[in-house]
Every structure is written in structure tokens, then in C-alpha cells.
């Protein structure tokens, strides 16, 4: 027993990798492969050497660990966005401290050898994921950081009855972010990664910048003209088109006054070292091009009021706010940093769906009106000249005048006893322009952004396709037929279809199923949503599964760059491509 932690090492521990040529050859040995990062710029050759051409038919490559354990500690401190020296390091510190010999040493080349054959596992299984599935979506953006330009590329995959978010690459870009380099980008990796991607891409979502969508040379227009099949979905992401939208109408409505007093505010509060320490809290900053840092400095005003305007008149501030200022806080705080912010952060989900996000816009957009009493304007020859009145839409002064109420006792009192009624128009009509061009922005949203069959997003709940008849869905299949058969029979299509007509007839005369429909409605997520029918449907659901992967947004691609930002910061601006990957 005393030997054993120190010799343990036997041939049941080993782990034996096999990867595709193309895998180690054109991906990690190409496209990841950076000369100046790897240690003392040895050759490819050398940096490959972990891998060795087996002589089966196949002709894989192959890799052997022999110590399992070892690799596995590595891996762990690789995850956790540890350098290659520190992995080592604290390797060794780990095995002497409890004794742990049969781990063996380690040096950082051992540490790259494992990260290399880490990012060559991980995109491995997912080139065998895709091949498993007959179609699939992906998001993708660029971004820089630390020098450094990344094309960021996820991908949505229906697998086992749940649908998976998978980061696929941060592939560093050596030249200027043009569509036609990014295209090139994409198809070079889908090439290795899938080689059958054109026939089953079905959708692809970006931030719809210019180098994305444009109409002949954007990287996204140039892989739907190589996916050249009805149903293939072009995505713009709503939540990106809100962000503009929320940032306009705050640069619109809030003019410089608003913004040189809210600064000298925030400079003032953050120099304050007594008010500082008796609050034990310091004032956010505020970035006049982010909304969301607006909204945070407006909530913490509204909660800190008290404090902060006693302190004030203590210290006879001569920069005091106006009484109307502080009712434009209170706006922004109910507006912003609630309504808007929660919409913002419900639709940023792993595997939110296309249409479950257009609710969130829709809901929110019915919340402002009901907030703040925004209306169609009917052309009933009434007078409207005391109420708000904007492109076909109205606010009526009692409801804007109650909403600035309903923020509470102190905005209630200021607006009613401490303003003018020249001050107390000019702010309830300022708060129902601000709301009623947010409205009208939620409007012009299209979250589909284009599609090449011209047809919207199909159902994929059953709550939605009981609301389908058979010869609308044969629509939908007929879409999909190509994609679907290059994976599948046309028998398993008419499965599809039978399916469907089983589930209408279910929902009509099975009340307990209509039920389990009807209360399943309010589900967000494809898994939810199928759960209310059990294990029936299973060709019908693997047909919406694959139709439900259209990423909403890219959310989940900019979770990716925060993440790298956090990782490749100041002070680590020479971690490696190699090493962020592994991360």
C-alpha cells in the first residue's frame, strides 16, 4: 500500500486518442499553428510529434497518455486560464505537497504537448457531433483584444433530445476584418470540420454589421449563396438591434445638460472620501456609449437619494441638480435598468429559441405602454392638442403624469409641489418621447433579418404546431426535403409528416395531451416545450430539433470575448492562441 501512490502506474490507466488527418494536419498543425508562439520556435514537425500516423486503413492519427492522471490535473489547471509555465509549476507544487510521485514531473512543453492534444480532441468531437446530425446553425463575430483579431464561431446542434450550444473556435485573423476574409476563414474550417456543411447549414446569425451582411461581398451573404437551399435562415440578432436601438433614443433624449450634470454628480460623489466611508458604497462611473452603465448609475442614485441630497446641502454643493433632473433618474431607472435591462438579459440564453426571443421584444414593448400609457392614436377627430402625440402614437399628460407617480412618494411630491407647470410639462412630455421612440425602435426590429426561401421561422414547440394545419406543414417540409434527405430516406420524411397529422388528432380528441399543450405554453426552452408529450413524436421532434438550433443572437458569441478579455487582460497580453483555446 505504501507503493503504490508512487508506482501506480499501470496499462489500464492509459488513454489512447485518435483524430482525423485533416484534424492534426490542416487545424492544429495549420490554421492554430503559430510559429512565434510556440517555445524556443521549434518546427511544426517537432510542435506534431505527440501525434503519430497510425498504418490502418483509416490512416488516423494517433496519441497515447500514459499517465491519465497527470493529464487530466493539467487539463484542470489549463480550464481554469492558468499559463503554460504556471500549469507546471503548479503541477509540481501539487505533487510534493501530497506526495503524489507516480505523477511524475513535468515541463511546459509537456504542458503544451497536452494543450495541443486537448484542442485537437475538442474539435474532433465536435467534427464527429456534426457528422451525426442532419443540419445545423452557427453564430459567428470578430472582435480584438490585445492586438489580436478573433473570429469567434459557435454552433447549434439538436443532439439526444436536447439541443447544444457548442464553442467551436476563436480562430486568430491576420488581416483586416473584410467579409471576404472571414468567409474564407469559415469555409476553411467547415471544410475540415464538416465536409458536407453547404447541404446542412441552416442558419446563420451575426450583429448584422456591414462586413456580415453586405449584399455581395459580406462574409454571411457568400455562405448562403454555398448553402444554396430553400430554408436556410439569415439572422440578425434582435438583441444587438435593441442595444442600437435603446443607445439612439438615450442619445436623443437625454441632451448634453443632462449628461455635464450627471458627471460633475458622479466626479463630485466619487471624491467625497467621508460620504464614501458613512455609505460604505461609492458611485458607479457611467459610459455615455453603454446604456446599461446609465441605468446603473440611475438605480444607484434613486436608492441613495437621501443620503446623497443631504450630504449635498450639508456641503452647500453649488452644482445641485435641478428638482426635474432628478425625475429624469427616476425615468431611466424604471425604463432602463428595469424593463428594458430584464428583456436584455431573459433573451441571452444557452438555447433560447428564435421565437421565444421576439416574445421578450413583444413583451416589453407591451410593458412601456402599459407603463407610461402609449396608444395607437385612432383618427377619431378628438383634440389632442394637452396630450403627447408622435407617428401614430399618444400619450395622454394623466398617464405620463401618473407614471412619473408611480415612481414613488419623493418624484410624486417633487413633480406636484417643487416644479413649475411650465417645468411640469416639459418633463412628463420628455419622459413620453423617450418611451414612445423606444417603442417605435421595438417596431423596426426584424429579427429575421432575411431568409432565402422568404418564409418566416417555422413552429417548433407543439404548443405551436397544433396551430398548423397538414398541408402548411407539408410547406415546411418540403423547405427542409434537400437538407433532410441528404441525411435521411423520404420515408422518413413521410414519417415526419404522419406525425404531425397524429399529433393535430391527438390534440383534438386527447384532452389530457391538449392540457399538457395548452399548460406547456409558457415553456421557453425546446426541452420544456416537447416535455409535455413524453416519448411520443420522436421523428416529428428530431425534425424541429434540427429546425430550433437558429441561434436567436449572439449573446453567446460575446460571452466568448468577455471571457477571453477577462483571461488575455494587461497584464497576460503574451498568453497564446494555443492556450486560450485550451481554456
Known amino acids: 500500500n505504501t507503493l503504490a501512490p508512487h508506482f501506480d502506474i499501470r496499462d489500464k490507466d492509459k488513454l489512447c486518442l485518435y483524430f482525423d488527418t485533416n484534424i492534426i494536419e490542416d487545424l492544429v498543425g495549420g490554421m492554430l499553428f503559430d510559429l512565434n508562439d510556440e517555445e524556443d520556435c521549434i518546427s511544426k514537425e517537432k510542435a506534431l510529434s505527440m501525434f503519430e500516423l497510425s498504418d490502418d ?15 487530466e490535473l493539467v487539463v484542470a489547471y489549463i480550464s481554469v486560464g492558468s499559463s503554460f509555465r504556471q500549469v507546471a509549476r503548479l503541477f509540481q507544487v501539487t505533487k510534493d505537497n501530497l506526495k503524489l510521485g507516480y505523477l511524475g514531473s513535468i515541463h511546459r512543453a509537456d504542458v503544451i504537448s497536452y494543450a495541443r492534444i486537448l484542442v485537437a480532441f475538442s474539435l474532433q468531437s465536435i467534427k464527429d457531433l456534426l457528422s451525426r446530425t442532419w443540419c445545423y446553425s452557427v453564430a459567428f463575430d470578430g472582435s480584438t483584444h490585445q492586438h489580436t483579431s478573433y473570429l469567434d464561431i459557435r454552433a447549434r446542434v439538436y443532439h439526444e433530445g436536447t439541443i447544444k450550444n457548442i464553442h467551436v473556435i476563436a480562430l486568430p485573423m491576420f488581416a483586416r476584418h473584410t467579409g471576404d476574409y472571414m468567409y474564407n476563414l469559415f469555409r476553411e474550417l467547415f471544410d475540415i470540420l464538416d465536409p458536407l456543411w453547404k447541404q446542412k447549414l441552416v442558419g446563420v446569425t451575426t450583429d448584422g454589421a456591414r462586413s456580415m451582411t453586405g449584399t455581395h461581398r459580406g462574409a454571411v451573404t457568400r455562405i448562403q449563396n454555398d448553402a444554396s437551399q430553400e430554408g436556410f435562415y439569415r439572422i440578425w440578432c434582435a438583441l444587438h438591434q435593441l442595444d442600437i436601438v435603446v443607445q439612439k433614443c438615450i442619445t436623443k433624449y437625454f441632451n448634453d445638460e443632462f449628461y455635464n450634470v450627471l458627471t460633475a454628480v458622479i466626479g463630485y460623489l466619487r471624491r467625497q472620501q467621508m460620504l464614501i466611508q458613512r455609505m460604505k458604497a461609492k458611485c458607479p462611473k457611467v459610459c455615455d456609449t453603454r446604456w446599461l452603465s446609465l441605468g446603473r448609475v440611475c438605480t444607484w442614485l434613486s436608492k441613495e437619494k437621501d443620503v446623497v441630497l443631504e450630504y449635498m446641502n450639508e456641503k452647500n454643493y453649488s452644482m445641485k441638480p435641478k428638482k426635474a433632473w432628478w425625475i429624469h433618474v427616476a425615468a431611466v431607472e424604471s425604463i432602463i435598468a428595469g424593463e428594458v435591462n430584464y428583456a436584455f438579459r431573459s433573451g441571452q440564453g444557452l438555447t433560447t429559441l428564435v421565437g421565444e426571443q421576439q416574445k421578450i421584444l413583444n413583451k416589453l414593448k407591451s410593458n412601456l405602454q402599459e407603463m ?10 378628438s383634440n389632442h392638442e394637452d396630450d403627447y402625440v408622435d407617428s401614430g402614437w399618444i400619450v395622454k399628460k394623466e398617464d405620463a403624469v401618473a407614471f412619473i407617480k408611480d415612481c414613488g412618494l419623493f418624484y410624486q411630491n417633487l413633480f406636484e409641489h417643487q416644479l413649475t407647470p411650465v417645468e411640469q410639462d416639459e418633463v412628463w412630455r420628455d419622459i413620453a418621447k423617450f418611451v414612445v421612440s423606444i417603442i417605435k425602435g421595438l417596431d423596426d426590429i426584424e429579427q429575421q433579418h432575411e431568409s432565402s426561401s ?31 434527405q441528404s441525411f435521411y430516406s423520404y420515408r422518413d420524411l413521410e414519417n415526419i409528416q404522419a406525425e404531425h397529422k397524429e399529433l393535430l388528432s391527438s390534440h383534438r380528441n386527447e384532452k389530457a395531451l391538449k392540457d399538457s399543450i395548452s399548460d406547456g405554453k409558457h415553456l421557453t426552452s425546446f426541452e420544456d416545450g416537447w416535455e409535455c408529450v413524453g416519448a411520443r413524436f420522436g421523428k416529428l421532434k428530431q425534425f424541429c430539433g434540427g429546425l430550433a438550433t437558429v441561434f436567436p443572437g449572439t449573446a453567446t458569441v460575446e460571452s466568448d470575448f468577455s471571457v477571453l478579455n477577462w483571461e488575455k487582460n494587461d497584464h497576460r497580453a503574451n498568453l497564446t492562441d494555443l492556450s486560450l483555446e485550451g481554456i
Open 57 to 71: 486503413i483509416n490512416s488516423r492519427y494517433t496519441t497515447t497518455i500514459t499517465n491519465t492522471k497527470r493529464f
Open 372 to 381: 407610461v400609457g402609449v396608444h395607437r392614436l385612432e383618427d377619431n377627430g
Open 454 to 484: 422568404g418564409h418566416k421561422l417555422p413552429p417548433v414547440l407543439p404548443s405551436e404546431l397544433v396551430k398548423v394545419r397538414s398541408h402548411e406543414f407539408n410547406g415546411i417540409i418540403s423547405q427542409q426535403g434537400t437538407r433532410y
